[in-house]
């Protein structure tokens, strides 16, 4: 809800738990007074009323009792008195970078607006019931340089999280070069936080990073042209004794797959700023007359349920309102993925024999990886030539999706559509369409260069050769990878003065792509995918309801990965697979019941050679996917609860929508001699219900699981996993 408090000059954005107070001060520049839990009243302006003035700091608007330094300032700009880092940074034709927005004028609109060219959170109130989204819209303006800045915040108020987003306009006649626009920026009168970030590299993602801030400035940012795998672009602010289900919680994760920044200072005054947008350096953006310019959008989420209580909000929102509504709530299919199986050495016999056995255990979708197109048979070639290589294949890709069918298998492939291979017959026809900089020699990652999809022949060119495999019905499924980032950033088409605008131009081209693709074959999974994690986050989600969380598949690595991932992304959204041991990426041998486990927490998948499977093995694949086709609505649509990421052991659970249906995972990952008999105790439950253990006469009543917990055996093993359901039942 958008409350308008016109006298106190007071805009009270409430969701169902969350108030967010915005404020116009007389010199029109707009405060942040609060966001948090819930708050009632009108008056809030006392905050900043009541601000002690501090030293030193310039004055504003030639009033010495005004240090605009010191207050919560909502938007910060460049060029004026608040000398701590600006959200927005404007360039002008005479050389000045000085810019003074005040206070213009707001609007309210019902509803949530999609922003042109960008994924967004969607307003999806669809089956007549009114909708609980609206927007503010608050304009600011610079009338001596002709430019305005409409800041955009949605509230959704069933889910407990806003966005916000900015538009730049230029009313002037020339040009305004844009050096830094963020998406969000919100100012706290404290200093006393945690600041948690996601960091790791290829193969270990999403490692959650926890440290207490000092004055000085803290940044976490991507300028590979992906968010990539060292850094999600998320960023949350704790109390610091915020815990997995206690504490506040203060959130920002930004609708954006491109390079980007997240900051939080704290200055001098001990007040502290976060912000997120796109990546500043090496970014400028000349918007010329009558232009305007959408920033991707931040989702704002505030919890003071902790941990546990912000990934909620952002599960929920990404599930109902983020992801492609026809996948979000469809049952998400079991793949057997060649890739581990076979690597490039794959031909008919090997992919059938392989599709026979998924088939046998209960597997409902076979994925065939890279190296079916062109004469690609390592990482050498190939890439743009996405042409089947009907000889490897021994018939056409039809006809292979054919046979998938008749054993009762969906079919998938793998593609990098992004990128070309310099042995390719695309590159040899066009060396132009790749982003490389002039003089020098391009850079190759992967053995492949990046398709520079800011120009419109290179979209078109994919967005038909993709077309082109799609076309027939017999793929259900596309794995889009994306394998390197972008170097050497030069666009061949771009004038000199405008090449920084390169970086954010490629996405805006890849979601364009992504856009027609997805409203073209609206029937296929897209799975997305960059060396594993390296390209994780909303704005992919919103294509691509399912992403490859890691390319490590290893159980135990796995449970850092996939725990740090839940911070933000629900589980429907982590694509995990069983593979084979030793691990390939770490040789860690493991049991198969924990690799199962482990997978279960999200979409489950097997990637290992099932032809080399014991009759027992395969007995038991086909039993772990039995039961996770019993269960796997519970993970795909319920609520998901952390209950222990410790150095030695991870435990999570799922409850079904209904609330009825449980289901608990535990690993520990190094048995321990000696220990006091543990026990877990549960999340979530009705206390006063009663929930039957499966596979036991135990019956017993919520608050006994959450208090009292479940008994962890003892065991002797190392990588040892157990997983329990729990089902509601009437009182015995
Ligand atoms: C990337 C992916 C892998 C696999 C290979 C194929 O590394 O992350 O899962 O698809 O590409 O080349």
């Known amino acids: 809800m958008i409350e308008v408090l016109e006298r106190e000059r007071t805009f009270h ?80 034709e005479d050389g000045s970078r000085i810019t003074n927005l005040r206070y213009s004028s707001y609007r309210v609109l019902s509803g949530k607006q999609k922003i042109p060219g960008l994924p967004t959170v969607m307003d999806r109130s669809e089956d007549g019931k009114e909708s609980d989204e609206a927007t503010l819209e608050l304009v600011f303006a610079d009338r001596s340089r002709g430019i305005r800045l409409k800041l955009l915040f949605s509230v959704f108020g069933k889910h407990d999280a806003i966005t916000q987003s900015a538009v730049l306009i ?165 793949a057997v993925n060649n890739w581990e199986a076979t690597y490039f050495d794959f031909d008919r016999k090997k992919l059938l024999d392989l599709a026979d056995e998924a088939a046998g255990i209960g597997a409902e979708l076979f994925v065939l990886d890279d190296g079916w197109f062109g004469h690609r048979n390592s990482d050498g070639s190939s890439l743009g030539d996405w042409k089947v290589n009907e000889e490897k294949l021994g018939g056409s890709l039809k006809n292979l999706g054919q046979e998938m069918k008749e054993r009762g298998l969906g079919f998938g492939i793998w ?88 970086m954010h131009r490629y996405m805006l081209g890849l979601y364009g792509i992504l856009e027609e693709l997805t409203e073209r074959f609206p029937e296929i999974l897209f799975e997305g995918c960059a060396g594993g994690g390296g390209r994780y986050d909303p704005g992919m989600l919103y294509y691509m309801p399912q992403i490859w969380v890691s390319d490590d598949t290893d159980a135990i690595e796995r449970l850092r990965i996939q725990d740090g991932a839940s911070l933000i992304y629900p589980s429907v959204s982590m694509s995990c697979h069983v593979s084979a041991v030793p691990n390939h990426q770490i040789g860690r041998i493991t049991p198969l019941k924990t690799r199962g486990i482990v997978a279960m927490q999200g979409v489950l998948g097997y990637e290992q050679d099932l032809t080399k499977c014991t009759e027992k093995g395969k007995k038991e694949l086909a039993e772990q996917i039995g039961y996770y086709k019993t269960v796997r609505h519970i993970m795909q649509e319920g609520t998901f609860y952390r209950l222990r990421a410790g150095e030695n052991d991870y435990a999570w659970m799922h409850i079904s929508r209904d609330g009825s249906e449980i289901l608990a995972g535990y690993v520990q990952v190094m048995a321990k001699p000696n220990t006091v008999p543990e026990r877990l105790q549960l999340k979530g439950l009705e206390e006063k219900a009663w929930y039957a253990l499966e596979g036991t006469d135990i019956v017993r009543t919520g608050s006994q699981w959450i208090h009292c917990g479940l008994e962890l055996d003892q065991s002797m093993e190392d990588y040892h996993a157990v997983q329990w359901g729990l089902r509601r039942v009437e009182m015995p």
């Open 415 to 502: 593609m990098e559509p992004e990128m070309v291979s310099p042995d390719s017959d695309l590159f040899r026809a066009h060396p132009d369409w790749i982003i490389a900089a002039p003089l020098e020699e391009p850079q190759v990652a992967r053995n492949q260069y990046v398709l520079d999809l800011s120009r419109k022949c290179v979209r078109e060119f994919v967005i038909e050769a993709v077309a082109e495999i799609l076309e027939g019905g017999v793929i259900d499924y596309v794995k889009w990878d994306m394998n390197r980032n972008i170097t050497d950033a030069f666009s061949g088409e771009l004038f000199p003065g405008n090449q920084k605008e390169l």
């Open 170 to 334: 230029n009313d002037s006649k020339g040009s305004v070069w844009v050096e830094k626009v963020m998406s969000a920026c919100f100012s706290f009168l404290a200093d006393e936080f945690d600041c948690i970030t996601l960091t790791g590299a290829w193969a270990r993602e999403f490692r959650r990073t926890r440290q207490s801030l000092r004055q000085g400035k803290f940044l976490v940012d991507s300028r590979r042209g992906a968010s990539g795998h060292g850094q999600n672009p998320f960023l949350a602010l704790t109390d610091p004794g915020c815990t997995e289900d206690t504490g506040n919680v203060y959130g920002m994760n930004l609708v954006y797959s491109g390079s980007f920044e997240a900051s939080v200072e704290v200055d001098m005054q001990h007040n502290t700023r976060m912000m997120m947008g796109i990546q500043s350096f090496d970014f400028s953006w000349e918007l010329h007359s009558g232009e305007e310019f959408y920033t991707p959008e931040a989702v704002l989420v505030h919890s003071d349920r902790g941990l546990n209580g912000m990934s909620q909000i952002f599960h929920r929102l990404y599930r109902e309102r983020l992801m492609p509504p026809n996948w979000a709530e469809r049952p998400r299919p079991i």
């Open 13 to 92: 954005l409430s969701t169902e738990h969350t108030s967010m107070i915005l404020h116009v001060m007389e010199s029109g520049h707009v405060v942040s007074l609060y966001w948090g839990g819930k708050v009632y009243g009108k008056e809030f302006s006392y905050i900043v009323d009541e601000l002690k003035k501090a030293s030193y700091l310039a004055w504003t608007d030639g009033n010495r009792n005004f240090r605009l330094e010191q207050y919560p300032v909502l938007y910060p700009v460049f060029g004026n008195p608040d000398l701590r880092s600006p959200a927005l940074h404007l360039r002008y």
